[in-house]
């Protein structure tokens, strides 16, 4: 699992790359910590490059669009792929994040 | 036993003759020898003897010498004071003053040389005691002119004259030699002789020191042939002379001989007898004197040290022998031995054919080993090239599950054959409780690596048969790979070809799977048939294996084809290894297609991602899509994550046992853990209508699993959790 965090225009884009199982949560949620200071921007979670997500990681992706709410920013999750999206939609995540594909 | 007589009378009659050749030539060597020997003691005696003439003669030349000396040194003192006679008192004392050797002097002078003196005058000092006395030796009565040290001095001249040894009755009987030189006035007339009387009384201890033989006997002899003394001392002969004695010997012929060449000068040894003894008689003269002395030794004497060598080399023969005659005794009795060691490898021989049947009862032969079941076929051989062999197999049915193996033992004969029946029940005990094959093999290696047998190993491989579904797990320790009979083709079987069993503890042994269908079945065997050679070193080889191979034979029908192809390949050739052959056909016709698959993790989240390795094996055996893989992974991470976060104490070791049936039409999975009871299904449904504000953070996974699963439940059983899950499929 691979985190890469990049800041333009003031949007703070995270690529995510592989499996985010419980095994890795931790120090994903780590790597993701620029997003939970910088919550009052535009954060894009770039999904093309995740293969997988599990609940571990469904929280963190809850936890930054809590903060998100909190601070008046917003997130926009990319380009999901078809299991993920399924995950998505049994758990209501599709109604909580803006999804874009690109 | 007549054969063992006449063997040993054949080694017997070996060993004398043996004997006998060595004897013949000890004593050949024996004979030359002496006789060398004899010749090298004479000349050592000679030289012997020579030596210790020559060195009595030295002390004698020293002491002559001094003597001489002595007088010399007062001979111009006497040719002056021969005119004043009075004077010559003072003279002669002073010579035996001065000289210790000396025992007397006297100055005598010739007949009326001085009117003064007398007719005889002749001043004579000597000690006595520890003084020195002085008389006068010429008398009327005692006329020293015609003495035999006067005249001869005279005779002698200036050299002077040692006389013939005497013995003195004035000077305590003692044996006496007298020098004498003559004096000549300053006018140049003759006018007297000087004297000096030398004591010879330390002569005998002279010749009794030396170092000789015992029996030998040395005499000091005068130039006329008297015998001045012995060593030992014999009184009967002293003073006499030798010529007289030899005389009057009956058989003194020999000595008379060498008296006169003595007495004429001769020197050196020669060899004569006497009242039927031999001696060696050795002489010499000595230049000073004119003395001689001889020594003459018994030859026995002589050759006593030879005979005491002769002694020694007879005794050393006769150890010899005695040795000679030990080693046949312990040949005769190997020999006895050798019979012994042949009844014994005799009775070896039938303990061994006891071994080789309490072998073959090891391994199953009843044949069919499950009458009544149509859903199994069994045949199996076994041929060791010795009485015993390493070869093995076996099989039993636990469980509607049949549980196979067959196994190879390095070497053979007797240290294989005990490995192998080790194996044997290894396997009995171990896959009597165990179900994986692989687990089986660990347990199997573990226990013979333990044993530590060096230098063995085993090759095996174990089976594990589901009777129901004909699902086969199999694990491979270095073995063949057995060929896969099927309707299409005969194969072998893929292996992972692991390592052998007994090598070493802790290798990571990998199972392997597969799925028979009615008719299929596998052929198992060891390399004692695809190497098997002809007389040609042509091994038989796979492809004759394979050949061979009949989808429509019985197992009966194919492994004894099997057997008969292998014989007439190899033909007269001896069997040079044990020959296994086991063969196993699943008949069942309606099988329920069950598979099962087991993974355990400890309860360490680090472990997930093996999980979803796992679901991806269960996919591809249920042929799944990659959608319901995926979902399917997640409800599994959920369940098992749940396990390793809550189910144990944090901080302690716990196990998570994930189970898989694979059925046609659904899955099951059972997840299983000793940890607090807890029951995931027990947990609020979670409400996925809140808005962000409101969803609480946790809760999804069990909502995951239920949205995903048909049907799930939880029990607790005999103090474990078990959580189970089941998809239904098409």
């Known amino acids: 699992m691979e985190v ?32 939970m200071d910088g919550a009052d921007k535009t954060l894009v979670l770039d999904c ?28 926009i999750v990319r380009d999901i792929n078809t299991e993920i999206r399924q995950v998505f939609m049994m758990t209501g995540f599709l109604n909580l994040f803006e999804i874009q594909e690109s | 036993m007549t054969g063992i007589k006449t063997i040993n009378f054949a080694s017997a009659f070996q060993g004398i003759l043996v004997v006998f050749v060595a004897l013949v030539i000890l004593e050949a060597g024996y004979v030359v020898q002496y006789y060398q020997t004899r010749n090298i003691v004479v000349e050592n005696a000679y030289r012997r003897a020579q030596d210790n003439i020559d060195r009595v003669e030295q002390d004698f030349t020293r002491i002559a010498e001094l003597v001489e000396c002595a007088v010399r040194n007062n001979t111009w003192s006497a040719r002056v004071l021969a005119t004043q006679p009075d004077s010559l008192w003072a003279l002669t004392r002073g010579i035996v003053e001065d000289n210790p050797l000396v025992y007397g002097s006297a100055m005598a002078l010739m007949e009326n040389y001085s009117k003064k003196a007398g007719r005889f005058f002749a001043p004579y000092a000597f000690r006595d005691g520890n003084v020195i006395r002085n008389v006068q030796l010429g008398t009327d009565q005692y006329d020293y002119t015609h003495q035999e040290w006067f005249v001869k001095a005279l005779d002698t001249g200036e050299k002077g004259y040692w006389s013939e040894p005497y013995y003195d009755e004035g000077g305590g009987n003692k044996l006496m030699t007298t020098y004498s030189v003559p004096v000549f006035d300053h006018r140049g007339t003759l006018a007297a002789v000087l004297t000096a009387d030398v004591a010879l009384d330390w002569v005998s201890d002279r010749l009794a020191a030396i170092e000789d033989y015992p029996y030998s006997l040395k005499m000091l002899i005068s130039q006329t042939g008297s015998i001045m003394a012995t060593s030992p001392s014999y009184d009967s002969i002293n003073r006499r002379n030798i010529m007289d004695l030899a005389e009057e010997m009956e058989d003194g012929a020999d000595f008379r001989e060498i008296n006169r ?29 004119g003395w001689f002395m001889s020594m003459s030794i018994p030859e026995e004497e002589i050759f006593g040290e030879l005979r005491m060598m002769n002694r020694r080399v007879l005794g050393i023969q006769l150890l010899g022998l005695l040795m000679l005659l030990v080693i046949l005794w312990v040949t005769i009795r190997n020999q006895h031995r050798l019979m012994v060691v042949n009844e014994n490898k005799s009775r070896l021989e039938s303990e061994l054919q006891v071994a080789s049947d309490i ?8 044949f069919p080993p499950f009458p009544g079941r149509k859903d199994i076929d069994i045949y199996a051989s076994l041929t060791p090239a010795k009485e015993v062999g390493g070869d093995l197999y076996d099989y039993f049915m636990r469980d509607e599950r049949l549980y196979f193996c067959i196994g190879d033992v390095s070497g053979k004969g007797v240290p294989a054959s005990l490995v192998m029946s080790e194996a044997c029940s290894f396997f009995r005990t171990i896959a009597g409780h165990e179900k994986s094959p692989a687990r089986i093999v660990t347990s199997i290696n573990r226990n013979l690596v333990e044993m530590s047998t060096n230098d063995m190993f085993v090759t095996f491989f174990c089976g594990v048969l589901d009777m129901a579904t004909g699902h086969l797990r199999y694990c491979n320790a270095g073995h063949n790979a057995p060929v896969l009979l099927t309707p299409e083709s005969s194969v072998q079987l893929p292996v992972i070809p692991n390592i ?76 040079s290894d044990d020959l296994t052959l086991l063969y196993i056909r699943y008949m069942n016709e309606s099988p329920e297609a069950v598979t099962e698959r087991h993974l355990v993790l400890h309860n360490d989240i680090q472990q997930i991602p093996q999980l979803a390795e796992f679901v991806e094996l269960v996919a591809q055996t249920a042929k799944l899509d990659s959608v319901l893989t995926n979902s399917l992974n997640l409800a599994l991470e959920e369940a098992v994550t749940n396990v390793m976060l809550y189910a144990y104490p944090a901080g302690t070791d716990g196990l998570v046992d994930i189970g898989v049936l694979i059925r046609r039409d659904q899955l099951e999975f059972s997840i299983i853990d000793s940890g607090k009871p807890f029951d995931p299904t ?17 809760g999804l996974g069990i909502f995951l699993v239920r949205k995903i699963m048909d049907n799930v439940f939880y029990q607790r059983k005999e103090g474990r959790n078990v959580f189970t899950m089941q998809k239904n499929l098409l």
Do not use: W
Not at chain 1, 23 to 30: D, G, P
Not at chain 2, 274 to 286: A, E, H, N, P, R
């Open chain 1, 4 to 35: 890469k965090i990049t800041e333009k225009d003031n949007i703070l884009t995270a690529e995510l790359i592989g499996r985010l199982d419980t095994a890795v949560s931790q120090e994903v949620s780590t790597a993701l910590q620029p997003l």
């Open chain 1, 48 to 75: 093309k490059e995740l293969s997988y997500i599990s609940s571990s990681g469904l929280r963190i992706f809850l936890t930054i669009r809590k903060a998100a709410a909190a601070k008046g920013g917003k997130v």
């Open chain 2, 261 to 289: 060449n003595m007495l004429a000068g001769e020197e050196g040894s020669r060899r004569a007898s006497l009242q039927g003894k031999s001696y060696y008689v050795f002489y010499d003269k000595m230049q000073k004197t």
């Open chain 2, 359 to 366: 072998q073959k009862a090891m391994v199953p032969k009843v």
């Open chain 2, 500 to 575: 052998p069993l007994g090598v070493m503890d802790g290798f990571l042994f990998q199972e392997q799977e597969m799925d028979f269908t009615a008719g299929e079945g596998i052929f198992l065997y060891t390399d004692g048939l695809n190497e098997a050679e002809n007389a040609d070193l042509d091994q038989f080889g796979m492809d004759r294996v394979i050949k061979a191979m009949n989808q429509t034979f019985t197992a009966t029908e194919q492994v004894e084809k099997m057997l008969q192809n292998v014989h007439s390949f190899v033909g007269e050739a001896p069997q």
């Open chain 2, 682 to 698: 027990a947990a609020p449904e979670a409400d996925i209508t809140l808005d962000v504000e409101d969803r609480p953070i946790g």
